[in-house]
Protein backbone atom coordinates (compact mmCIF):
# COMPACT_ATOMS: atom_id res chain seq x y z
CA UNK A 1 0.00 0.00 0.00
CA UNK A 2 2.88 2.54 0.93
CA UNK A 3 6.33 2.14 1.82
CA UNK A 4 7.08 1.12 5.27
CA UNK A 5 7.19 2.68 7.96
CA UNK A 6 3.89 5.10 7.81
CA UNK A 7 1.32 5.75 10.57
CA UNK A 8 -1.72 4.71 11.48
CA UNK A 9 -4.11 6.36 13.89
CA UNK A 10 -6.39 3.97 15.53
CA UNK A 11 -9.59 5.27 16.39
CA UNK A 12 -11.82 2.65 18.37
CA UNK A 13 -15.36 3.99 20.07
CA UNK A 14 -18.73 2.93 21.42
CA UNK A 15 -21.34 5.66 21.10
CA UNK A 16 -24.05 6.30 23.56
CA UNK A 17 -27.24 6.54 22.38
CA UNK A 18 -28.31 9.03 20.48
CA UNK A 19 -31.99 10.74 19.34
CA UNK A 20 -32.28 11.10 15.89
CA UNK A 21 -30.92 14.38 15.63
CA UNK A 22 -28.13 13.75 17.76
CA UNK A 23 -27.00 10.84 15.75
CA UNK A 24 -27.60 12.74 12.28
CA UNK A 25 -25.05 15.55 13.58
CA UNK A 26 -22.93 12.89 14.71
CA UNK A 27 -22.59 11.13 11.13
CA UNK A 28 -22.34 14.50 9.18
CA UNK A 29 -19.43 15.44 11.94
CA UNK A 30 -18.07 11.76 11.11
CA UNK A 31 -18.25 12.73 7.53
CA UNK A 32 -16.63 15.92 7.70
CA UNK A 33 -13.50 14.40 9.66
CA UNK A 34 -13.06 12.24 6.97
CA UNK A 35 -13.46 14.37 4.06
CA UNK A 36 -10.93 17.00 6.57
CA UNK A 37 -8.56 13.83 6.50
CA UNK A 38 -8.70 12.82 2.56
CA UNK A 39 -7.91 16.35 1.68
CA UNK A 40 -5.13 17.05 3.70
CA UNK A 41 -1.37 16.50 2.72
CA UNK A 42 0.41 13.20 4.05
CA UNK A 43 -3.19 11.28 4.01
CA UNK A 44 -2.81 7.35 2.48
CA UNK A 45 -6.21 5.90 3.07
CA UNK A 46 -9.07 5.12 5.94
CA UNK A 47 -10.54 1.99 6.96
CA UNK A 48 -13.62 2.33 8.74
CA UNK A 49 -15.98 -0.72 10.15
CA UNK A 50 -18.46 -0.28 12.60
CA UNK A 51 -21.05 -2.65 14.97
CA UNK A 52 -21.25 -2.38 18.24
CA UNK A 53 -17.48 -1.19 18.15
CA UNK A 54 -16.54 1.17 15.61
CA UNK A 55 -13.21 0.89 14.57
CA UNK A 56 -11.46 4.01 12.19
CA UNK A 57 -7.98 3.76 11.04
CA UNK A 58 -6.17 6.76 8.99
CA UNK A 59 -3.15 5.91 7.50
CA UNK A 60 -0.61 8.63 6.62
CA UNK A 61 2.70 9.68 5.51
CA UNK A 62 4.34 10.59 8.70
CA UNK A 63 3.42 11.94 12.02
CA UNK A 64 3.64 15.61 10.97
CA UNK A 65 0.85 14.75 8.61
CA UNK A 66 -1.33 13.64 11.67
CA UNK A 67 -0.61 16.44 13.73
CA UNK A 68 -1.73 19.07 10.82
CA UNK A 69 -4.67 17.02 10.23
CA UNK A 70 -5.72 16.96 14.50
CA UNK A 71 -5.61 20.61 14.51
CA UNK A 72 -8.37 20.47 12.11
CA UNK A 73 -9.98 17.64 13.35
CA UNK A 74 -10.08 18.91 16.91
CA UNK A 75 -11.90 21.99 15.42
CA UNK A 76 -14.25 20.38 13.71
CA UNK A 77 -15.19 18.20 16.40
CA UNK A 78 -14.38 19.96 19.57
CA UNK A 79 -13.60 17.77 23.19
CA UNK A 80 -17.20 19.18 24.39
CA UNK A 81 -18.91 17.18 21.68
CA UNK A 82 -17.00 14.29 21.44
CA UNK A 83 -18.22 13.82 24.84
CA UNK A 84 -21.82 14.01 24.47
CA UNK A 85 -21.11 11.62 21.64
CA UNK A 86 -19.39 8.78 23.10
CA UNK A 87 -19.28 6.67 25.76
CA UNK A 88 -15.84 5.39 25.15
CA UNK A 89 -13.18 6.29 22.81
CA UNK A 90 -9.42 5.98 22.25
CA UNK A 91 -7.09 6.98 19.66
CA UNK A 92 -3.50 5.16 18.88
CA UNK A 93 -0.95 6.37 16.99
CA UNK A 94 0.97 3.83 15.58
CA UNK A 95 4.45 3.29 13.33
CA UNK A 96 3.30 0.82 10.39
CA UNK A 97 6.68 -1.03 10.69
CA UNK A 98 5.78 -3.89 7.86
CA UNK A 99 2.90 -4.95 5.64
CA UNK A 100 2.06 -7.94 4.20
CA UNK A 101 -0.90 -7.92 1.59
CA UNK A 102 -3.01 -10.84 -0.55
CA UNK A 103 -5.28 -9.98 -3.20
CA UNK A 104 -6.90 -6.63 -4.11
CA UNK A 105 -9.56 -4.37 -2.40
CA UNK B 1 -4.63 0.81 28.59
CA UNK B 2 -0.92 -0.67 28.43
CA UNK B 3 2.39 1.36 28.68
CA UNK B 4 3.43 2.40 25.64
CA UNK B 5 5.49 1.56 23.24
CA UNK B 6 3.36 -1.76 22.85
CA UNK B 7 2.79 -3.33 18.97
CA UNK B 8 -0.59 -3.89 16.78
CA UNK B 9 -1.29 -6.08 13.82
CA UNK B 10 -3.87 -4.99 12.28
CA UNK B 11 -5.98 -7.13 9.90
CA UNK B 12 -7.83 -5.93 7.48
CA UNK B 13 -10.07 -8.45 5.15
CA UNK B 14 -12.69 -8.98 2.47
CA UNK B 15 -13.82 -12.61 2.28
CA UNK B 16 -15.18 -14.60 -0.62
CA UNK B 17 -19.01 -15.58 -0.54
CA UNK B 18 -19.00 -18.57 1.05
CA UNK B 19 -21.20 -21.96 0.96
CA UNK B 20 -22.60 -22.31 4.37
CA UNK B 21 -19.84 -25.07 5.10
CA UNK B 22 -17.03 -23.33 4.40
CA UNK B 23 -18.43 -20.03 6.15
CA UNK B 24 -18.78 -22.14 9.12
CA UNK B 25 -15.26 -23.98 8.90
CA UNK B 26 -14.06 -19.91 8.85
CA UNK B 27 -15.92 -18.92 11.76
CA UNK B 28 -14.75 -21.77 13.55
CA UNK B 29 -11.13 -21.22 12.70
CA UNK B 30 -11.03 -17.46 13.08
CA UNK B 31 -12.37 -18.30 16.72
CA UNK B 32 -9.59 -20.70 16.95
CA UNK B 33 -6.85 -17.52 16.44
CA UNK B 34 -8.32 -15.47 18.40
CA UNK B 35 -8.22 -18.15 21.50
CA UNK B 36 -4.91 -18.90 20.55
CA UNK B 37 -3.82 -14.70 20.88
CA UNK B 38 -5.39 -14.86 24.30
CA UNK B 39 -3.45 -18.08 25.35
CA UNK B 40 -0.16 -16.46 24.56
CA UNK B 41 2.18 -14.60 26.44
CA UNK B 42 2.28 -10.84 25.49
CA UNK B 43 -1.20 -10.41 24.19
CA UNK B 44 -2.76 -7.35 25.48
CA UNK B 45 -6.47 -7.60 23.59
CA UNK B 46 -7.99 -7.71 20.57
CA UNK B 47 -11.02 -5.98 18.95
CA UNK B 48 -12.35 -7.06 16.06
CA UNK B 49 -15.66 -5.62 13.76
CA UNK B 50 -17.10 -6.52 10.41
CA UNK B 51 -19.20 -4.97 8.10
CA UNK B 52 -18.84 -5.10 3.81
CA UNK B 53 -14.50 -5.25 5.80
CA UNK B 54 -13.28 -6.80 8.23
CA UNK B 55 -10.97 -5.00 10.61
CA UNK B 56 -9.09 -7.28 13.66
CA UNK B 57 -6.35 -5.48 15.93
CA UNK B 58 -4.86 -7.62 18.30
CA UNK B 59 -2.17 -5.48 20.58
CA UNK B 60 0.92 -7.36 22.18
CA UNK B 61 3.69 -6.53 24.09
CA UNK B 62 6.48 -6.87 22.17
CA UNK B 63 6.91 -8.48 18.42
CA UNK B 64 8.44 -11.36 19.80
CA UNK B 65 5.40 -12.35 21.32
CA UNK B 66 3.67 -12.01 17.81
CA UNK B 67 6.32 -14.07 16.68
CA UNK B 68 5.28 -16.82 18.38
CA UNK B 69 2.11 -16.19 17.61
CA UNK B 70 2.09 -15.95 13.95
CA UNK B 71 4.09 -19.63 14.13
CA UNK B 72 0.70 -20.89 15.98
CA UNK B 73 -1.72 -18.91 13.53
CA UNK B 74 -0.13 -20.57 10.48
CA UNK B 75 -0.27 -23.71 11.42
CA UNK B 76 -4.23 -23.31 12.40
CA UNK B 77 -4.98 -21.42 9.37
CA UNK B 78 -2.01 -22.08 6.50
CA UNK B 79 -1.66 -20.09 3.21
CA UNK B 80 -3.81 -22.61 1.34
CA UNK B 81 -6.69 -21.95 3.26
CA UNK B 82 -6.43 -18.20 3.68
CA UNK B 83 -6.73 -17.93 0.02
CA UNK B 84 -9.83 -20.09 0.04
CA UNK B 85 -11.83 -17.58 2.39
CA UNK B 86 -10.34 -14.43 1.38
CA UNK B 87 -10.33 -11.91 -1.93
CA UNK B 88 -8.19 -9.82 0.24
CA UNK B 89 -6.30 -9.35 3.45
CA UNK B 90 -3.68 -7.46 4.66
CA UNK B 91 -1.64 -7.72 7.86
CA UNK B 92 0.42 -4.90 9.52
CA UNK B 93 2.33 -4.67 11.96
CA UNK B 94 2.82 -1.31 13.96
CA UNK B 95 4.20 0.32 17.31
CA UNK B 96 1.74 2.09 19.08
CA UNK B 97 3.60 5.10 20.30
CA UNK B 98 1.49 7.02 21.64
CA UNK B 99 -2.53 6.60 23.25
CA UNK B 100 -5.41 8.92 24.56
CA UNK B 101 -8.23 7.58 25.81
CA UNK B 102 -11.83 8.44 27.18
CA UNK B 103 -14.51 6.45 29.56
CA UNK B 104 -14.36 2.90 29.52
CA UNK B 105 -15.79 0.39 26.90
Do not use: C
Not at 9 to 30: N, R, W
Not at 40 to 60: A, K, P
Not at 71 to 92: E, I
Request: proline share 2%; hydrophobic share 35%.
Amino acid sequence: MAFTPYYAVIFTSKHKDMSPEVADEYLQLGGKMVELAKQQDGFIRVDSVHENLGITISYWKDVESIRKWKLQADHTMARNQRDRFYLYYNTRIAKVEREYEFGAL
